[in-house]
């Protein structure tokens, strides 16, 4: 078996209204969506994720969930396909709502503002043992959160052959 892909980003929660048009609405020229269903599914590092999980590989996935309604689907939705590591999140988990009739978007809402609140030991300890890392970054403070200190000034190279003589 082979080394898992670390995954390491933003999550977002993706849902679709999906319905028909048939007529625009009496009061306002807008479409009238009726019969609609919904749909939701793994949306920004959680898609990446979820896609390289179901093509085979073993996959560690590292974001921030809290514990709000959205975060509680994309976990149902993530149970089974991967080891999830999560970051703890301020505020509520990013959900976009396309509301689609006839096969086409008619209107997007978004929700949530939620920010990765900082690591954890389970996600730095996943990305010091990682071999392949993918990160998807979606400005949300889960890449930033696990982004290793830089060091003062340049990295000096390793020193090769014999110590200079003084």
């Known amino acids: 078996m082979s080394a898992p892909l670390l995954v390491v980003g933003d999550a977002l929660l993706d849902c ?50 809290g514990e709000d309604p959205a975060s509680a689907e ?38 949530g503002d939620g920010r990765a609140a900082g690591p954890s030991r389970a996600a730095r300890e996943a990305v010091a043992r990682a071999t392949t890392i993918l990160v998807s970054d979606y400005g949300r403070g889960t890449a930033e959160a696990l982004r290793a200190p830089r060091r003062s000034g340049p990295a000096r190279p390793p020193r090769v052959g014999p110590a200079p003589s003084r």
Do not use: I
């Not at 807008?30 to 949306?43: I, Q």
């Not at 994309?74 to 009739?101: F, H, I, N, Y």
């Open 74 to 111: 994309l976990r149902r939705l993530l149970d089974g396909e991967m080891d999830l590591v999560p970051l703890p999140l301020r505020g509520t988990l990013a959900r976009k709502t396309r509301v689609r009739g006839g096969g086409q978007n008619l209107l997007r809402l978004d929700e």
């Open 16 to 65: 679709d209204l999906e319905g028909e048009v048939a007529r625009l609405a009496p009061d306002a020229p807008v479409p009238v969506v009726h019969d609609a269903h919904r749909r939701t599914r793994p949306g920004g590092a959680a898609l990446a994720a979820l896609l390289a999980a179901r093509s085979g590989h073993p996959v560690t996935f590292v974001t921030a969930l």
